[in-house]
């Protein structure tokens, strides 16, 4: 369970913190709704490490991820517009997700079963650049299945792609968070995605967050 306890942030010249407390389970999908601006992509940010609050907690099947440097967080990120490599190949870009020090065979082997996974089978030597948004999206989430971090942070994952494509990558992103126990934390201004995804909502208004 992840659990998030009265985290305190503000930006330089806010009087008002935000505080932020909330849950998730393994295997379910959290969604974070609010306007433009409320501070969802904050809260990301406080998650993955890259802001420091000044109060509260984040804890991980009881234990305090707070002190971890934000390489060592058991967290993953994907974004609306994913930052693959764009001139390497697809099997270069999720090797990534991997520690470097990892054998050639062993390496190869475990590539080939993400993009299995991901639904990819047979594209390994395809230049990133040349893949669709949903194909990139896709090698965004066999990095991340390599990754193999309990935690996974979606902002706005979908907001690039087609109806037809954010349907199917919004069902593997459900069958991945099944299948692998994920804490799956989405933030999506957009009403269908939630419907479709979410197991809890919460709903960020005055810097807080409340049950949605
Ligand atoms: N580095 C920063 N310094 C100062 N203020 C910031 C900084 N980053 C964000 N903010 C402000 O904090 C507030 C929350 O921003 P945030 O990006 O978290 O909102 P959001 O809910 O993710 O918005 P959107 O849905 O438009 O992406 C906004 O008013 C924003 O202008």
Not at 38 to 55: R, V
Not at 69 to 91: G, I, K, N, Y
Request: hydrophobic share 40%; charged share 20%.
């Amino acid at each position: 369970m992840l659990r998030i306890e009265e985290l305190t942030f503000a930006y330089p010249g806010q009087t008002t913190p935000y505080v932020f407390s909330f849950e998730a389970a393994p295997g379910e999908i959290t969604a974070i709704s609010g306007t433009s601006g409320s501070g969802k992509s904050t809260l990301l940010d406080l998650i993955a490490g890259f802001l420091q609050p000044t109060a509260g907690s984040i804890n991980l099947d009881g234990a305090d991820i707070l002190p971890l440097a934000p390489e060592q967080r058991p967290v993953s990120l994907l974004l609306q517009s994913e930052s693959l490599f764009e001139h390497l190949r697809t099997d270069r870009n999720v090797r990534l997700g991997l520690p470097p020090c990892t054998r050639q065979a062993e390496a190869s082997r475990r590539v080939d079963q993400a993009l299995d996974e991901v639904g990819l089978q047979g594209l390994q030597s395809q230049i990133a650049g040349t893949l669709s948004g949903g194909q990139k999206q896709r090698v965004a989430l066999a990095r991340t299945l390599l990754r193999d971090r309990p935690v996974l942070l979606l902002d706005e994952p979908f907001s690039a792609l087609d109806d037809d494509t954010r349907a199917t990558i919004r069902d593997l992103v459900q069958t991945l968070t099944l299948r692998h126990n994920w804490h799956t934390i989405l933030v999506s201004h957009h009403a269908d995605d939630v419907d479709a995804l979410a197991n809890r909502r919460y709903l960020l208004v005055d810097r807080r967050l409340q049950p949605a």
